[in-house]
């Protein structure tokens, strides 16, 4: 059963109880976070939320000769390019050429992918930050020079 704060919480604002839950879990939870990891992880769930796809790798573009001799890449010297899609994984390189219509594409699942990692590595820095001031042992008194 809802509390009476919870009820009255729902008739004011006109939301359903799971939706409340939501709310209020989400408020407990974030309270304690600090104003850079809160805009960190709004961020994020933007991210997560709006982002089409993710995808880890990086575009490589790679040029070379198709060995046809009357080609403009032997005549003028002008190569192919090829848009690559490139990812070690587990110590292993894989890549997949991108034909033309896929590549913005791709390219935006890239940056969806980086900037989600950025983000987390943001967070992952502070959370650092705050368990090496929770764990700092506590400072030698200086031993003052008699002036
Ligand atoms: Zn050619």
Not at 62 to 67: A, P, Q, S, V
Not at 116 to 131: N, P, V
Request: with cysteine; proline share 5%; net charge positive.
């Amino acid at each position: 059963m809802p509390g009476i704060f919870a009820f009255v919480f729902c008739r004011i604002f006109l939301l359903d109880y799971d939706t409340y839950m939501c709310i209020s879990h989400s408020m407990r939870h974030r309270m304690g976070l600090s104003p850079e990891e809160r805009r960190l992880r709004s961020e994020l769930h933007r991210l997560l939320e709006n982002a089409d796809a993710f995808i880890h790798g990086s575009l490589i573009e790679m040029k070379r000769c198709c060995g046809n001799p009357n080609c403009r890449c032997v005549l003028k010297g002008e190569k192919h390019s090829s848009l690559y899609l490139s990812q070690h994984q587990k110590g292993a390189p894989r890549m997949k050429c991108l034909p033309r219509e896929s590549q913005d594409q791709v390219r935006r699942w890239a940056e969806n992918y980086q900037k989600a990692r950025a983000g987390l590595e943001a967070l992952s820095h502070l959370s650092w930050q705050k368990l090496l001031v929770k764990t700092k042992t506590p400072a030698r008194k200086e031993k003052r020079s008699p002036s």
